[in-house]
């Protein structure tokens, strides 16, 4: 398997994949199914609003075979924006070869252009100990915070 990776910022033409790997993934990581007539929407959303965030992908040979989404969060306290990592999902074959590292790598870039990035930041499911591995490993500490949430 050629595992030489390509990462670009998605376009619409992308909006496919992105649905099927949050589908895949909420099933792999919470045991939860999500709708396609829910998640649809919600990812088109996204790309007629930039000024809330965008999605990145991965290709081998042409084939979608990861994205992440990437949302701000203003910051006071550092006068910038923490780009938030989230929905990452590469599809089980592609996984454990540097594909998530690239995508990581890629968007590091991108914020180097961008001087109101101040950061990083991403949440991961606790028994998910490969992914904290790897954030690990590309620098990324693991904060003393604890997320909670109120779905409306």
């Not at 991965?58 to 994205?67: F, I, M």
Request: charged share 30%.
């Amino acid at each position: 398997m050629n595992t030489k990776i390509k990462v670009r910022k998605a376009t619409p033409k992308d909006t496919e994949s992105i649905i099927q790997f949050n589908i895949a993934m909420a099933m792999e990581t919470e045991n939860k199914t999500l709708k396609r007539e829910e998640i649809e929407p919600g990812v088109h959303g996204l790309f007629e609003k930039p000024e809330y965030g965008f999605y990145m992908v991965a290709e081998s040979e042409g084939k979608v075979v990861g994205s992440l989404m990437i949302t701000f969060e203003w910051s006071d306290w550092r006068n910038g924006l923490f780009w938030w990592i989230q929905s990452v999902y590469v599809i089980p074959e592609f996984r454990r070869k540097g594909v998530y590292r690239t995508m990581y790598l890629t968007i590091k870039t991108l914020a180097e252009e961008k001087p109101d990035v101040c950061g990083f930041r991403l949440y991961v499911e606790r028994e998910n100990i490969n992914a904290q591995k790897t954030y690990a490993s590309l620098g990324m500490d693991e904060t003393h915070y604890k997320m909670f949430e109120e779905i409306k």
